[in-house]
């Protein structure tokens, strides 16, 4: 057992060491200054969906003690190993490792909010999806809100745009379009505000919904046929925004793809219920996955101007009283600035705070940190992402080659 | 004679009884009448949470009259007490508790529509969108809420009757009550409020929505109670 937990720490510290040396390579070898930060930025987002849905696959499974291979990777994850006896379902940390294929070491926080945060009193064998949470309820919630809290207090919204998986998805359609020369369009500022404050509406929504959806748990009422705890279809109503969640589709996809997954599990249950489309996907993800990706293809960071995850992570960042002690923001010095624009025009989420805020901390709740505007700032030291006070990135002027280019 | 540790572990069981209660049952119940609410007043975490508050001192005064009426005519009411009287007045609350919230939520609609003429003239930002206070309202939404007398103090009433003090009857009906409050309701409110306020684009919809839903749960309500009295 030792050997083999020595194994998969050797594996993480060499895949860690990978990341760090590309990136290395990325500092020392791209030489354009508009471009090192988004090169940066698109490997981190790769190595860091490879680290989700590839790296955390490598674990005990498949070894002799542990021959059991799954329908789904979640019980063979090297943090399952780690920390799967005191949280079989994983610590929330707040990153779209989709429960319901990967589950267990990181999973995604909105559904474990949504899992937890009613039927945490739940208790007994035959209470479906609830059971695991029982006992440690209170203690689940702590490490749900503490992880999230925790993560946005320090990274903020960087989550969104250095590391979320479907962010990338979302970049890429984007890149897509350039392929074919087309430039992105653009929403009117309204609509850009408005679409950002639905977030928060969202979020209410299903935390409302889960509230009493998750009061079947305790009752046994049956909404719909077979959605009593215990019964199949209770997991499609414990977790009411993970139905309609774009991300689920592509989370399965790729755990198939990696042939981590058994395509047969989601093929076989294709054909059930109106809104089943298979033993994880409901027609609605696949739905709103099509919307997206169209939506993706046409304006830049589509789903992440709506996405709940991202509005937990800006609550508890970009907000008071949590915005005072966040670590990660980012910084204007009004002096500096010339309101030449670029900032507003290079924002992949149209944040304009950045421009028309007079100068100091300008981080707001549409802003993921991904340093595009600090990138293209021709301002020397104009724009500043800071970590804890310290400066991390600084815009730098590209306008004019330096002595040594 | 029932003695008195019978009678103090009976306490203490009320108020677990009403925390249990009120966790599991009362929250899922109430948070859709109480978010609704809270979204159709346009409050914020801070004014949901004192609405929260506000709907459970309703209904925590409702069990304590309920406690109070079967203290001082408890013996002649564990005759009267039976299922189909029970019932009967059960139907009736659930009825009035739908009146009433079909009453609000036109009552809110209406000030809306007044807030909105108002607003077209004088007001120049969406920060201006307040529709006042109405912690009456939500203290009648609790009142006749409470009213709706629910298997569990149902029961610890009727166990109440034999000690013969009607003191007793009323302890054990305000720490049910009690209990019922000190519920992750208590933070859900002011959370459905702090969340909601964080769009105010959508405040004015967020309003007639929140009143809409609220009419429709009124009636929504009574049409339930019609069918499962039938």
Same mark, same amino acid.
């Given at each position: 057992m030792s050997i083999t937990l020595l194994g998969n720490i050797l594996q993480i510290a060499v895949f860690a060491g990978l990341i760090l040396a590309g990136i290395l390579i990325i500092l020392i070898w791209v030489k354009d200054k508009t471009k090192n930060i988004s090169t940066l930025r698109l490997f981190v987002q790769i190595a860091f969906t490879v680290l989700i849905f590839l790296g955390l696959i490598i674990?005990?499974?498949?070894?002799?003690?542990?021959?059991?291979?799954?329908?789904?990777?979640?019980?063979?994850?090297?943090?399952?190993?780690?920390?799967?006896?005191?949280?079989?379902?994983? &610590?929330?940390?707040?990153?779209?490792?989709?429960?319901?294929?990967?589950?267990?070491?990181?999973?995604?926080?909105?559904?474990?909010?949504?899992?937890?945060?009613?039927?945490?009193?739940?208790?007994?064998?035959?209470?479906?999806?609830? *059971?695991?949470?029982?006992?440690? =309820?209170?203690?689940?919630?702590?490490?749900?809100?503490?992880?999230?809290?925790?993560?946005?207090?320090?990274?903020?919204?960087?989550?969104? =745009?250095?590391?979320?998986?479907?962010?990338?998805?979302?970049?890429?359609?984007?890149?897509?379009? /350039?392929?074919?020369?087309?430039?992105? &369009?653009?929403?009117?500022?309204?609509?850009?505000?408005?679409?950002?404050?639905?977030?928060?509406?969202?979020?209410?929504?299903?935390?409302?919904?889960?509230?009493?959806?998750?009061?079947?748990?305790?009752?046994?009422?049956?909404?719909?046929?077979?959605?009593?705890?215990?019964?199949?279809?209770?997991?499609?109503?414990?977790?009411?925004?993970?139905?309609?969640?774009?991300? $689920?589709?592509?989370?399965?996809?790729?755990?198939?793809?990696? =042939?981590?997954?058994?395509?047969?599990?989601?093929?076989?249950?294709?054909? =059930?219920?109106?809104?089943?489309?298979?033993?994880?996907?409901?027609?609605?993800?696949?739905?709103?996955?099509?919307?997206?990706?169209?939506?993706?293809?046409?304006?830049?960071?589509?789903?992440?101007?709506?996405?709940?995850?991202?509005?937990? *992570?800006?609550?508890?960042? *970009?907000?008071?009283?949590? $915005?005072?002690?966040?670590?990660?923001?980012?910084?204007?010095?009004?002096?500096?600035? *010339?309101?030449?624009?670029?900032?507003?025009?290079?924002?992949?989420?149209?944040?304009?705070?950045?421009?028309?805020? /007079?100068?100091?901390?300008?981080?707001?709740?549409?802003?993921?940190?991904?340093?595009?505007?600090?990138?293209?700032?021709?301002?020397?030291?104009?724009?500043?992402?800071?970590?804890?006070?310290?400066?991390? &990135? $600084?815009?730098?002027?590209?306008?004019?080659?330096?002595?040594?280019? | 004679m029932v003695s008195e540790t019978i009678i103090s572990a009976a306490y203490i069981e009320a108020l677990i009884i009403g925390l249990l209660y009120g966790t599991i049952f009362c929250t899922s119940e109430c948070l859709p009448y109480l978010a609704s609410y809270i979204a159709g007043t346009g409050a914020g975490f801070r004014k949901g949470t004192v609405i929260t508050l506000v709907y459970s001192a309703g209904r925590l005064i409702s069990y304590t009259i309920i406690g109070i009426i079967v203290g001082i005519v408890g013996s002649s009411l564990i005759f009267i007490l039976d299922e189909s009287t029970l019932a009967s007045f059960r139907l009736f609350a659930t009825f009035t508790f739908g009146i009433i919230t079909i009453i609000i939520g036109l009552n809110l609609l209406i000030k809306i529509k007044k807030n909105q003429t108002e607003c077209n003239k004088d007001c120049k930002s969406v920060d201006e969108w307040k529709i006042g206070r109405y912690d009456i309202r939500a203290f009648t939404l609790g009142l006749t809420r409470g009213l709706v007398i629910c298997p569990p103090l149902f029961a610890l009433l009727a166990y109440s009757i034999p000690f013969a003090n009607p003191l007793d009857s009323v302890a054990l009906a305000f720490l049910f009550g009690l209990g019922t409050i000190i519920s992750p309701m208590l933070i859900l409110g002011g959370v459905t409020g702090w969340l909601l306020n964080k769009a105010p684009l959508f405040k004015k919809w967020i309003s007639i929505i929140g009143s809409g839903v609220l009419i429709i749960l009124g009636i929504s309500t009574i049409i339930l109670t019609l069918i499962t009295t039938n």
């Open positions: 674990g005990p499974y498949g070894l002799p003690q542990n021959p059991y291979i799954g329908d789904a990777p979640r019980d063979r994850l090297v943090g399952a190993d780690l920390f799967g006896n005191q949280f079989p379902d994983g &610590l929330s940390v707040p990153v779209l490792a989709c429960w319901y294929p990967n589950g267990r070491t990181i999973t995604c926080a909105v559904w474990q909010l949504q899992a937890y945060l009613f039927p945490f009193w739940e208790s007994g064998p035959g209470f479906g999806w609830g *059971t695991f949470y029982s006992l440690n =309820g209170l203690q689940r919630i702590a490490i749900v809100f503490g992880f999230l809290i925790a993560m946005s207090l320090v990274i903020g919204r960087a989550f969104c =745009g250095w590391l979320c998986p479907f962010g990338l998805y979302n970049d890429l359609m984007i890149r897509i379009r /350039k392929l074919f020369g087309k430039k992105h &369009l653009s929403f009117s500022d309204r609509t850009n505000k408005a679409l950002g404050q639905s977030r928060y509406l969202i979020i209410a929504a299903f935390l409302i919904l889960s509230v009493i959806l998750g009061s079947q748990a305790i009752f046994g009422i049956q909404l719909i046929d077979n959605t009593a705890p215990g019964e199949y279809y209770y997991s499609y109503f414990s977790a009411p925004f993970c139905q309609v969640c774009p991300m $689920k589709p592509l989370c399965v996809l790729i755990e198939i793809g990696a =042939g981590a997954m058994l395509p047969l599990q989601e093929i076989n249950h294709s054909t =059930g219920a109106f809104y089943q489309a298979g033993y994880y996907v409901t027609s609605l993800n696949l739905a709103v996955l099509a919307i997206v990706t169209i939506g993706a293809l046409a304006y830049r960071r589509f789903w992440c101007r709506i996405c709940p995850l991202g509005g937990l *992570t800006a609550l508890f960042s *970009t907000f008071y009283p949590f $915005k005072k002690v966040a670590l990660l923001r980012l910084n204007k010095i009004e002096e500096k600035c *010339t309101k030449c624009g670029i900032c507003k025009r290079v924002c992949p989420t149209q944040v304009t705070e950045v421009y028309e805020e /007079k100068g100091g901390d300008v981080t707001v709740s549409g802003c993921m940190l991904c340093a595009r505007c600090v990138e293209m700032c021709p301002y020397e030291d104009c724009l500043e992402v800071k970590m804890a006070g310290k400066p991390v &990135l $600084k815009s730098r002027n590209w306008l004019e080659p330096t002595e040594n280019e | -």
